[in-house]
Structures are given as C-alpha cells and as structure tokens.
C-alpha cells in the first residue's frame, strides 16, 4: 500500500484470537504467563456452568502453562481462590469426568497437584488463610482442612491409584511447610493426627472388605 504525503502510516492488522485469548509461547488460546493465576480463577464460573470438550481442555493447558511459567505475585486473596479452583477442577473433577480417559486423567491430576505444590511450596502461610475470608457469619477453617479431605478422598481410591505418591507428597509437603514455622507447630500436629487418623481407617476398611471377600 501507498503512502501519501510520506504521514500516513500502514495500519497493522491486529494478531489473531481465538476465544478471547492470544497465542503465546506457541500455544493458542493462552493468555501471557503473569496472567495465568488470573486466568484459572477467572474459568472457574466457565468450568461450573459447562462441561464440553474445549472447557476442561482449557483448564488443562492453562495449569500446564502456569506450571510452565510460574508466578505467585498476585494477593493472597487470589492465590487462595487459585488453589480453590485447581483443586475442584483439577482433583474433584477425577471424579465426574470420563472413566475411559483414564491417561489425561491421570495427567491432569499430576498437573493439578504439581501445581498446588508449586503454590504452597512460594507461599506456605497460606494453608492457614481462610477459604471464603468474604463470607460472614460461623468461623471458617484454614485452608488445609478443606484441602486434606480431597488429598485424603484419592489415597482411598484403587482406581486414582497412579496419583497416590503426588496425593502423599503434596500432603508431606503441607506438614513440612507448616513444621518450619514455630507457630505452625501446633497446626501441623492436627493435620500429622487427622492424616494417621484417616490412613488408620484406610486400612482398617480394606482389612474388613478383605474379610468379607474370604466368606
């Protein structure tokens, strides 16, 4: 195209999209790394109200980017509702999703979990914040008693059993965090107790069911 007057400059056309979200590092439809955490969190109403093919797709890259390209600068705040929704989508999700797809299963909670680590690992203080800190009225527990139940909920399972060492590890890392802080002390002893409690019943339920099978 021609220039007049030597002031008019060529309009550049603007780079591609798709679904609201540019290509970067390669990969399409992902937003630049220092946005991901926001990214996730933002999904999160998309992943509760559909559950097509390209959302939980979406998920998946986005936590392999994250991982990728890690940043934990965002406010606790946000941080918190990121292991929120990685841990519903990325764990609870095992539960709901395709049986037969059990490979991107399998990655997608080793992603999850990975991704967790990663978080705690930064800002270990966090699995003493508080879940929904916004909501008023009865008090609400820290963070790492919503979260064990879900870590725990795997370990019971025979058929997550490909994610039973990441479940204990992220689990070992949380009383690690919590171990090396004096004030934590007392925090980490609960979960040491509450974790031998439930691994205790574990056994106990699968002794019983053993049990029952010999009859």
Not at 40 to 54: E, K
Not at 60 to 65: A, I, R, W
Not at 80 to 91: H, R
Not at 172 to 189: C, D, K, R, Y
Request: aromatic content about 6%; proline content about 8%; glycine content about 6%.
């Amino acid at each position: 195209m021609a220039r007049k007057g030597g002031n008019s400059t060529q309009r550049m056309a603007p780079p591609p999209t798709t679904n609201g979200l540019a290509t970067t590092h390669g990969n399409a439809n992902l937003p630049p790394p220092s946005t991901i955490a926001a990214q996730i969190v933002q999904n999160a109403s998309n992943l509760h109200a559909r559950h097509d093919a390209a959302t939980k797709v979406s998920f998946g890259e986005l936590v392999k980017e994250f991982l990728q390209h890690p940043s934990t600068d965002e406010p606790d705040p946000q941080l918190v509702a990121l292991i929120c929704v990685i841990a519903e989508a990325g764990l609870e999700g095992l539960f709901k999703d395709d049986p037969f797809a059990q490979d991107q299963q399998k990655e997608k909670g080793i992603d999850s979990i990975s991704a967790l680590q990663l978080i705690i690992r930064k800002k270990p203080h966090l699995l003493l914040s508080i879940k929904d800190a916004e909501e008023e009225g009865n008090p609400q527990p820290p963070l790492f008693v919503w979260l064990f139940p879900k870590l725990i909920g795997l370990l019971s399972h025979v058929t997550m059993q490909p994610l039973h060492q990441h479940a204990r590890d992220l689990l070992g890392l949380s009383l690690e965090v919590l171990l090396q802080n004096p004030s934590f002390w007392q925090h980490a002893t609960s979960v040491a107790t509450l974790y031998r409690s439930s691994i205790q019943c574990m056994y106990s339920g699968h002794s019983f069911l053993t049990t029952l099978s010999e009859f």
